[in-house]
């Protein structure tokens, strides 16, 4: 007999012009360079080194074979490229919204697409009740981001040597909007 996580578990969301697919370690070569990218990076630490970067590939492993979801990697239909990473995990708050893309797929509504398939999935199938986004006050498209998603502000907090804000959405609030 299969356990609730099995029958839940799912491999892929699809929206109009994204696959949001589980990440295997052989796309590895084609995430990885988020955590090279400077500009990606701006926000959320700086470019890491080759040791930080696979430890957080493995990182994504591991939590989606505990967790049975984490974050997805997303793939542009028409050109077949990977855009980026989105997707719910567990952190020290709850459960958590992180997304980190390649320029080249910025000022698109690629992330708002992908953040939005992300909490319907997070939503319906798992069930959550609450989702928040920690993003740099800085960072005004994240910021634009979580409010476009119907994310309320609930918090500013220092942190990472920088004020970060961090918005919440419940399964209520998701529904009505």
């Known amino acids: 007999m299969q356990n609730e996580m099995d029958v839940n578990k799912i491999e892929m969301l699809e929206t109009e012009r994204l696959l949001l697919k589980r990440p295997s ?4 070569a084609g995430l990885s360079g988020l955590w090279r990218d400077a500009e990606v990076r701006r926000y959320l630490g700086g470019v890491v080194g080759e040791e930080v970067i696979e430890k957080k590939l493995a990182w ?3 939590h989606w074979n505990q967790a049975g979801f984490g974050q997805w990697t997303v793939y542009e239909k028409a050109s077949g490229q990977i855009t980026g990473l989105c997707g719910l995990h567990h952190s020290q708050k709850g459960i958590e919204l992180s ?3 390649y320029l080249a797929f910025w000022g698109r509504g ?3 697409e992908a953040a939005r398939a992300c909490l319907e999935d997070g939503f319906s199938r ?3 009740e609450r ?3 920690v993003t740099q006050e800085a960072n005004v498209a994240s910021c634009h981001l979580a409010e476009k998603l119907g994310m309320q502000k609930v ?5 990472f040597e920088a004020w970060q804000s961090v918005y919440e959405i419940t399964h209520q609030e998701w529904r009505k909007g």
């Open 155 to 159: 918090e500013r907090l220092w942190e």
């Open 126 to 128: 798992l069930h959550l």
């Open 110 to 112: 690629i992330a708002t």
């Open 25 to 28: 370690r052989e796309e590895d």
């Open 99 to 101: 997304y980190m893309f």
């Open 131 to 133: 989702v928040f986004v």
């Open 60 to 62: 994504q492993q591991e």
